[in-house]
């Protein structure tokens, strides 16, 4: 084959109409993402876009809405045990599992319910 897949250019997690302002107190306040500007003809589509270095998540406005709550994206961590009690001092609940050999992970759900997993590798 002569085409070759580079990297993942963004994830689009789903949210309500309406629910821009909690993803950016979730993705900017929490998580540190930066906002980012929407190209002119996708903003009347509702959603919001963020990036942390070269990760972009694109927040999309789905009607009806249903959170992915088994599909999920996975974000390296690095120092994730300060990430942890970071979220336990804004008030936001995380489960823990020690399935992956190798790895410190755990869950997190965004406002909306969506699944995100987190990870450290061990070395």
Known sequence: MSFVF???DHIQLAAPS????AARRFFVDILGFDEIEKPDALKKRGGVWFSCGKLQVHIGIE???SPAKKAHPAFEVEN???LKVHLMNNG???TEDNQL???NRF???DPFGNRIELLE???
Not at 18 to 21: I, P, Q, S, Y
């Open 101 to 103: 050999p190798g790895a």
């Open 18 to 21: 309406g629910a821009e302002d």
């Open 121 to 123: 590798w061990k070395c």
């Open 80 to 82: 994730i045990e300060e």
């Open 63 to 65: 009607e009806p809405f």
């Open 6 to 8: 580079k990297s993942i």
């Open 92 to 94: 936001i609940p995380f």
């Open 107 to 109: 869950y997190v759900n």
